[in-house]
Nanobody, 119 residues
Framework: QVQLVESGGGLVQAGGSLRLACVASGRTLGSYRMGWFRQAPGKERESVATINWSGGSIFYADAVKGRFTISRDNAKNTVFLQMNSLNPDDTAVYFC????????????WGQGTQVTVSS
């Protein structure tokens, strides 16, 4: 089992920035992909950004390209999401994920952290 704990969410004005962090613990040996999903009220959960172990393979949703940056510190089993130029559409619960299975689904999920962007 792997436990994921997110931090860094909060309330910010439009145009502002936040940095999310997620620490993985438990069975974290080996290389594994990590990332962030989000779910806004009344909307489906969507992938925001993901990164492989080496950092050489990164995915960004179109909605966040150029504004969000994902990175990781493997020595600390931590993944980060730097979010700049936030707008109200970014308001959502952000979930940390890790370990993608053979079907492309993420096995482990954090509890989520709320990000609220006011206009």
């Amino acid at each position: 089992q792997v436990q994921l704990v997110e931090s860094g969410g909060g309330l910010v004005q439009a145009g502002g920035s936040l940095r999310l962090a997620c620490v993985a613990s438990g069975r974290t040996l080996g290389s594994y992909r990590m990332g962030w999903f989000r779910q806004a009220p009344g909307k489906e959960r969507e992938s925001v950004a993901t990164i492989n172990w080496s950092g050489g393979s990164i995915f960004y949703a179109d909605a966040v390209k150029g504004r969000f940056t994902i990175s990781r510190d493997n020595a600390k089993n931590t993944v980060f999401l730097q979010m700049n130029s936030l707008n109200p559409d970014d308001t959502a619960v952000y979930f940390c994920v890790s370990h993608r299975d053979d079907r492309g689904n993420y096995v482990y999920w954090g509890q989520g952290t709320q990000v609220t962007v006011s206009s």
